[in-house]
């Protein structure tokens, strides 16, 4: 991936709505290759798909849950019937494998606290647990969906890898 692909990416992550001319001006290409471009870093999964990000205040969703579980069993049987009991939940936004005192953190949204407490229920009614801490965010500081896009990752114009 080089620079433009850098552009690219940036500019989707922040709209993903460009149109592909929108998006061609700004990298400073003309559409046909800016389209190939965007259709590469699909094929290739760098782009994984396009999505609509909604407030979640709006749509009712009013509190956002870090619940840190420690597993007590490390089993492959038991990993398979915790991923499919949180797959199965709407309400778990990301699930994360941690190192250090927490095995998982999972980011769940939900109403309020008696759908979170119906979702506890389930959650240990699913699999044996060592302990579940659950941590209530009071408000959001910063939310962003678009990764840092560092240009040492990229090669510049001129095929040489980036700098930093």
Same mark, same amino acid.
């Given at each position: 991936?080089?620079? $433009? *692909?850098?552009?690219?990416? %940036?500019? =989707?992550?922040?709209?993903?709505?460009?149109?592909?001319?929108?998006?061609?001006?700004?990298? %400073?290409?003309? +559409?046909? +290759?800016?389209?190939?471009?965007?259709?590469? =870093? /699909?094929?290739?999964?760098? $782009?994984?798909?396009?999505? @609509?990000?909604? *407030?979640?205040?709006?749509?009712?969703?009013?509190?956002?849950?870090?619940?840190?579980?420690?597993?007590?069993?490390?089993? &492959? /049987?038991?990993?398979?019937?915790?991923?499919?009991?949180? @797959?199965?939940?709407p309400e778990v936004?990301?699930?994360?494998r941690m190192a250090?005192?927490?095995?998982?953190?999972?980011?769940?949204?939900?109403?309020?606290?008696?759908?979170?407490?119906?979702?506890?229920?389930?959650?240990?009614?699913?699999? +044996?647990?060592?302990?579940?801490?659950?941590?209530? @965010?009071?408000?959001?500081?910063?939310?962003?969906? @678009?990764? &840092?896009?560092?240009?040492?990752?990229?090669?510049?114009?001129?095929?040489?890898?980036? /700098?930093?």
């Amino acid at each position: 991936m080089d620079e $433009i *692909d850098r552009k690219i990416i %940036g500019l =989707l992550q922040n709209d993903a709505t460009l149109s592909v001319a929108q998006l061609a001006d700004k990298v %400073g290409l003309s +559409p046909t +290759p800016c389209w190939k471009r965007v259709q590469k =870093l /699909e094929t290739n999964g760098v $782009i994984t798909r396009r999505v @609509a990000l909604v *407030d979640p205040e709006k749509i009712g969703v009013g509190l956002i849950v870090y619940v840190a579980i420690e597993a007590g069993d490390h089993t &492959p /049987e038991w990993l398979a019937r915790f991923t499919a009991a949180i @797959a199965a939940m709407p309400e778990v936004m990301e699930a994360h494998r941690m190192a250090g005192e927490v095995d998982y953190m999972l980011r769940v949204a939900v109403t309020g606290m008696s759908e979170f407490d119906a979702l506890y229920k389930r959650l240990i009614a699913a699999v +044996p647990m060592r302990n579940v801490t659950s941590r209530f @965010a009071m408000e959001g500081l910063k939310y962003t969906t @678009a990764y &840092p896009l560092h240009r040492g990752r990229f090669r510049d114009r001129s095929g040489r890898e980036g /700098e930093g």
